[in-house]
């Protein structure tokens, strides 16, 4: 037993013997000594546990900055433009974004005409371990553009930003709450403790939900179709999220990329594994109480949430489509075409033809990874280019 499983079964002793799942995952994942995050031995990427977009291929950064390009001349080009990344992992995103970001506006102001933008990039993240991999990451290319923030209010003009709030696999390493249909009503699942002989055990109980808004997140739809044993998350926290991402905006938008889908889609797929998934070196495990803090735990997205907290916050919903139309409207396939031309004499041009295809192709990320784009006050264009 780790000092992180000890601590995790003295505050369920101390809440009277249950606690929510969505507390046990937030102790697992975020403790600031031993969770998963936070942990001086967790590595992301092909020796770690998982790895995401950004660490594939450069491509999916240089797509982004383009549409960040895009959304800063919608705004109607303004001097200064902050984009807002919230959880960097490892900064590749950052690097390549930032990169890309500095061709566009040579390309766009390198006869003299114009002005650069001011551009402001902050970096929301609370782990120290991936700080430190995210400044390694982007020395060469920060140029003084960069901060880093624990929390998204602490982040300079919050509530006033003109620009972009964004992020690539936030949402599904949130915690949350996990709901179960028992005996034909809906309940949650609480993570309790047995002892045994060799050490205590977690286990799950139903019991009355912990927070009544956790059944306001599902529709009458999708409380019909779940049928008895069914286990399903929600997270509360998604929405306090897209919200805090909402009032950090004066004007611009919010940018999110994950995996998940609209209800009630996402919860009858999400239902046949039980709602989370775990993963260790690049293997999907189902059991959240083992290893605990030294496995990843997510949850598939709920995108109809998102859209309705945001707006209730004032975000109207401008594009929902999967990662395989957003990079295609934004160079992808051109970059593709390329690369194919030079594969029949260069293996290295098609190995990385090939994982460049992992981002796009609907077997790979592209299906699996959803785009919402959100618009906070008014835009030039908001379909220009």
């Not at 260790?280 to 109809?304: C, H, M, W």
Request: glycine share 10%.
């Amino acid at each position: 037993m780790n000092l992180l499983q000890k601590r995790i079964i003295e505050k369920i002793r101390l809440a009277g013997g249950r606690i929510p799942f969505a507390d046990y995952m937030a102790e697992a994942l975020y403790h600031p000594e031993w969770g998963y995050y936070n942990r001086p031995e967790m590595t992301i990427g092909e020796r770690g546990d998982f790895y995401t977009s950004p660490m594939i291929h450069p491509i999916f950064g240089q797509c982004v900055a383009r549409q960040m390009f895009r959304f800063w001349r919608q705004l109607d080009a303004p001097p200064a433009f902050t984009i807002v990344e919230m959880g960097a992992g490892t900064g590749a995103l950052a690097r390549d974004l930032l990169a890309e970001w500095d061709r566009l506006q040579a390309a766009a102001f390198g006869t003299g005409t114009g002005q650069p933008v001011d551009l402001r990039y902050r970096i929301v993240e609370q782990s120290p371990v991936l700080r430190e991999m995210q400044r390694e990451s982007t020395r060469e290319i920060a140029n003084g553009r960069i901060s880093w923030h624990s929390t998204l209010p602490e982040v300079p003009g919050y509530g006033s930003l003109t620009g972009v709030v964004f992020s690539n696999e936030l949402f599904d390493a949130l915690p949350v709450h996990r709901l179960t249909m028992q005996d034909g009503r809906l309940q949650e699942l609480y993570v309790t403790v047995r002892d045994a002989g060799e050490g205590a055990v977690f286990e799950e109980e139903p019991g009355q939900l912990s927070d009544e808004k956790l059944a306001s997140v599902l529709s009458d739809e999708i409380l019909r179709q779940l049928e008895e044993g069914d286990r399903l998350a929600v997270s509360l926290l998604a929405g306090d999220a897209i919200g805090a991402m909402a009032d950090a905006l004066r004007q611009g938008f919010v940018l999110t990329i994950d995996y998940g889908d609209l209800a009630p889609d996402m919860y009858r797929k999400s239902v046949r594994t039980g709602g989370i998934r775990c993963y260790r070196k690049q293997t999907l495990v189902f059991n959240p109480y083992e290893r605990v803090g030294e496995q990843d735990i997510t949850a598939d997205v709920d995108f109809s949430y998102l859209q309705r907290m945001g707006e209730e916050k004032g975000l109207r919903t401008i594009w929902f489509l999967t990662q395989t139309e957003f990079l295609e409207g934004l160079g992808f396939l051109a970059k593709v075409t390329e690369l194919q031309r030079l594969a029949f004499q260069d293996l290295r041009a098609d190995f990385e033809l090939q994982k460049m295809l992992t981002l796009y192709l609907p077997q790979g990320l592209g299906d699996a990874c959803k785009v919402l784009i959100q618009r906070k006050g008014s835009c030039v264009g908001v379909d220009a280019d």
